[in-house]
């Protein structure tokens, strides 16, 4: 048995020759998974419903599927967005501007974090309001060319899409189990039913 055999723990199964693949040592370094299959695996975890679209008009299908699931018709949505009131209109919801007496919250974000499976969002979506005093309910569309690996990574992008002016309140969503009474974990944090609608764009 060769020397790196011995180190790193190298078995063969019964039966198994030269050509079959190697078991991993439990000792061994873990793969590193691709960044959309990290991020959706962590936001899963974290209690976050993610629907993949390959198409815009598999959004739009997706969109009307959690307004109707939910029973959100004739409800109110708060969404500062105008090019995102443009794409989801003629569904039958009532865009606000005003946060107040609304169920749901349309937004975009800044970056996706695959490592901690969450959402990262600045002023630039809540308009400088706290995430404690926005609906409870999310609904955010999202494009797999915003996947980062890493908040620090998040950071960059945001300040080199943003050059003349950085915006505030940057914050990553990473609670998306609404409860009653929070674990010392998510203490501090806003939980938030959360769907995103993560569009292909590469």
């Given at each position: 048995m060769s020397l790196?055999?011995?180190?790193?723990?190298?078995?063969?199964?019964?039966?198994?020759?030269?050509?079959?693949?190697?078991?991993?040592?439990?000792?061994?370094?873990?793969?590193?998974?691709?960044?959309?299959?990290?991020?959706?695996?962590?936001?899963?975890?974290?209690?976050?419903?993610?629907?993949?679209?390959?198409?815009?008009?598999?959004?739009?299908?997706?969109?009307?599927?959690?307004?109707?699931?939910?029973?959100?018709?004739?409800?109110?949505?708060?969404?500062?967005?105008?090019?995102?009131?443009?794409?989801?209109?003629?569904?039958?919801?009532?865009?606000?501007?005003?946060?107040?007496?609304?169920?749901?919250?349309?937004?975009?974000?800044?970056?996706?974090?695959a490592e901690l499976g969450g959402v990262l969002v600045s002023s630039n979506q809540t308009s400088e309001q706290k995430l404690h005093d926005l609906p409870d309910n999310f609904i955010v569309f999202a494009a797999t060319s915003q996947l980062v690996n890493t908040i620090s990574e998040g950071l960059r992008k945001i300040k080199s899409r943003n050059k003349n002016k950085i915006p505030t309140n940057i914050t990553t969503i990473k609670h998306f189990n609404v409860k009653e009474e929070k674990d010392f974990l998510s203490y501090g944090s806003s939980s938030k039913n959360l769907y995103l609608l993560l569009l292909e764009d590469l």
């Open positions: 790196f055999k011995k180190i790193f723990g190298f078995k063969k199964t019964k039966g198994s020759s030269e050509n079959n693949p190697i078991e991993r040592s439990k000792y061994m370094p873990e793969i590193n998974l691709p960044i959309d299959e990290k991020f959706t695996i962590n936001f899963k975890k974290n209690g976050g419903k993610f629907i993949y679209c390959d198409s815009t008009e598999e959004v739009l299908q997706n969109f009307g599927n959690i307004i109707s699931e939910n029973s959100w018709e004739n409800t109110s949505v708060y969404c500062t967005n105008e090019k995102l009131q443009k794409k989801f209109k003629g569904f039958n919801i009532k865009f606000s501007k005003d946060r107040r007496n609304t169920q749901v919250f349309l937004t975009a974000c800044e970056n996706l974090v």
